[in-house]
């Protein structure tokens, strides 16, 4: 049960596009098409953001797109925006368990 | 509205047990599987352990295998996580989380806003 591997930090402007990328192994990302991804705030719990690799819950404004291949999963957020500030976490369904991703700070400059 | 309210939490001595419990609303509770996931003061999120609709199965992370137990009583509309041996490195909030879709392998949509568990002397 390996955490998944996210980078610790990414960075953007206003209006600019990032990508967090997630890597993990055959047993999880490679093997299922169930990860997801949170956003978590300060002192808020997580919110999904993206499942499935790449469906949007209701409300979730379509900035956010998820993708996979192989054993790598990533989140883009265009339109960078101010709120968009935030912890990412990954996850993925490992076949009676999950595995997060270590999480990465986004800072909108 | 759909929301889960965990409640239990509290400081504890190495060792020692607590009981968690999730009481949710707005949905029909026996439908769907559920999970905790922890969070480590200023670390990530590590999913726990999950649990099937009617109780049947159940799911632990390798980190509380054999010290921590979850369960549910679907009559009672509630989740509980059982604690026991308590270490320092369980010391966290703790989630309850229920899936997009009633199947297990699905994301978590829903959180609660989670309880506190400190295990110190």
Known sequence: QSALTQPRSVSGSPGQSVTISCTGSSSDVAAYNHVSWYQQHPGKAPKLMIYDVNKRPSGVPDRFSGSKSGNTASLTISGLQAEDEADYYCCSYAGSFWVFGGGTKLTVL | ?121
């Open chain 2, 1 to 121: 509205e759909v929301q889960l309210l965990e409640s239990g939490g509290g400081l504890v001595q190495p060792g020692g047990s607590l009981r968690l419990s999730c009481a949710p609303s707005g949905f029909t509770f026996s439908n769907y599987a559920m999970s905790w996931v922890r969070q480590a003061p200023g670390k990530g999120l590590e999913w726990v352990s999950a649990i099937t609709g009617g109780g049947g199965g159940t799911y632990y992370a390798d980190s509380v295998k054999g010290r921590f137990t979850i369960s549910r009583d679907n009559s009672k509309n509630t989740l509980y996580l059982q604690l026991n041996s308590l270490r320092a490195e369980d010391t966290a909030i703790y989630y309850c989380a229920r899936p997009v879709v009633p199947a297990a392998m699905s994301a978590f949509d829903i959180w609660g806003q989670g309880t506190m568990v400190t295990v110190s002397s």
